[in-house]
T-cell receptor, first 115, second 109 residues
Framework: DTGVSQDPRHKITKRGQNVTFRCDPI?????LYWYRQTLGQGPEFLTYFQNEAQLEKSRLLSDRFSAERPKGSFSTLEIQRTEQGDSAMYLCASSSGGTSGYEQYFGPGTRLTVT | GQNIDQPTEMTATEGAIVQINCTYQ??????LFWYQQHAGEAPTFLSYNVLDGLEEKGRFSSFLSRSKGYSYLLLKELQMKDSASYLCAVCDSNYQLIWGAGTKLIIKP
């Protein structure tokens, strides 16, 4: 397995446009997380899935953000009507869960720039 | 509320030892993680502590005291490639990771 992958690695978009990011987790991992990170800060939790079920979504997340994991494998994160404040690195991570599996493995991230 | 505190920045000399501290207050505790993050890259796992004491892994060691809500990451024989941010994260009662803002470590020759 090659680890967690994300696509695209970089995205530049104009304010008001919609963007969609994809994450492919490690194949045997049933938990998938989305985070947002800005410079000098730790990852900020957005949402997470166990298999195809979205179990938690940050209360700080506006309705413009939506995520799916339709078959319990890859996931997509969509941001509608992007704003300049959405510019950040969007990180995806996966874990296997269980008593020894809470370690999260991160993908390389998608850097979003909203102009 | 939940809170993870760690110093913003530290400087150390190549070949020396540095200790990065982390204190936490969270709703429940299911372990503490340390991650390394180089600029522009994703975090990578370094260590996991769930019981009190010291875990050693090569040049890196991590310590945990649950009663004090305290951990540290110890880096020995520092190398220039250790220049990075070090993130402390606590797994809370919902098995979510609560992240600190990270400590930027600068290594000088």
């Amino acid at each position: 397995d090659t680890g967690v992958s994300q696509d695209p690695r970089h995205k530049i978009t104009k304010r008001g446009q919609n963007v969609t990011f994809r994450c492919d987790p490690i194949s045997e991992h049933n938990r998938l997380y989305w985070y947002r990170q800005t410079l000098g800060q730790g990852p900020e939790f957005l949402t997470y899935f166990q298999n195809e079920a979205q179990l938690e979504k940050s209360r700080l997340l506006s309705d413009r953000f939506s995520a799916e994991r339709p078959k319990g494998s890859f996931s997509t994160l969509e941001i509608q009507r992007t704003e300049q404040g959405d510019s950040a690195m969007y990180l995806c991570a996966s874990s296997s869960g269980g008593t020894s599996g809470y370690e999260q493995y991160f993908g390389p991230g998608t850097r979003l720039t909203v102009t | 509320g939940q809170n993870i505190d760690q110093p913003t920045e530290m400087t150390a000399t190549e070949g020396a030892i540095v200790q990065i501290n982390c204190t936490y207050q969270t709703s429940g505790f299911n372990g503490l993680f340390w991650y390394q993050q180089h600029a522009g890259e994703a975090p990578t796992f370094l260590s996991y502590n769930v019981l009190d004491g010291l875990e050693e892994k090569g040049r890196f060691s991590s310590f945990l005291s649950r009663s004090k809500g305290y951990s540290y990451l110890l880096l020995k024989e520092l190398q220039m490639k250790d220049s990075a941010s070090y993130l402390c994260a606590v797994c809370d009662s919902n098995y979510q990771l609560i992240w600190g803002a990270g400590t930027k470590l600068i290594i000088k020759p």
